[in-house]
């Protein structure tokens, strides 16, 4: 920041402290509290902007595999509102967290303007990034006027495709299960099908592996299908 961007070497390690900072809903009170970043009207409107989506985060329970990390830049200067990069616990680098478990180290690029999601050095290792671009459109249409919304994401498939053959080879074991959720009826039986579901489901949270059948029974009774 001082070498190349020119900053005065004071500015830099103001904004050095600030990318530090990682969490949730408490860093965003933080940040709304600090007079030097609110009065800045970039700011203010980044602050709001992740200030909506975690309202709207909290509404689908993501927010405790959520962090909002104020060192996060994407390599494209198309963006204009929240930038977002996915990582598992696969994928994640030393240092770097996903459902509390630390992650193994991805190739850094030695090319100063690649993709920051590779560089181990900021913690963050992703599978998936992108953010949202309301300009990007009118640039390639004459038709287009003004700024229009849009959201996009791009998704790493040799990452990705690595990560699903190391995990089945660790953990798929064929076609085990530890119950079967059964349903019997004879004439008119509709299956119960919800409701095996509902069963299923409650099972597969608790982290049991559980297959739905259906049993019906011959006019005789003797005979199931």
Request: net charge negative; aromatic share 8%; proline share 5%.
């Amino acid at each position: 920041m001082t070498e190349e961007k020119g900053l005065d070497p004071e500015v830099a390690d103001k904004i050095g402290q600030y990318v530090l900072k990682k969490g949730g809903r408490d860093l965003l009170d933080e940040l709304k509290g600090i007079p030097e970043l609110t009065s800045n009207a970039s700011f203010a409107a980044g602050l709001a902007d992740m200030g909506l989506l975690i309202d709207y985060l909290e509404v689908f329970s993501v927010m405790p595999v959520l962090l909002f990390d104020l060192s996060l830049a994407r390599g494209l200067d198309y963006y204009t509102g929240v930038i977002f990069e996915v990582i598992t616990e696969a994928s994640a680098p030393p240092g770097a967290t996903a459902g509390g478990k630390r992650g193994p180290k991805p190739p850094k690029s030695d090319d100063p303007d690649a993709d920051r999601s590779n560089d181990d050095s900021i913690g963050v290792g992703s599978i998936a990034a992108g953010g949202r671009y309301d300009e990007l459109v009118g640039m390639f249409s004459k038709s287009a006027k003004g700024r229009i919304p849009c959201v996009g994401i791009s998704f790493g498939v040799d990452r990705i495709f690595s990560i699903s053959k190391a995990r089945m080879e660790e953990e798929v074991r064929g076609n085990e299960v530890d119950v079967y959720v059964m349903a019997f009826g004879g004439k008119g039986f509709t299956g119960l099908m919800k409701e095996r579901m509902e069963v299923c489901k409650t099972l597969w949270d608790a982290g049991i592996k559980a297959r739905a059948l259906s049993l019906s029974l011959s006019p005789s009774g003797d005979r199931p299908h």
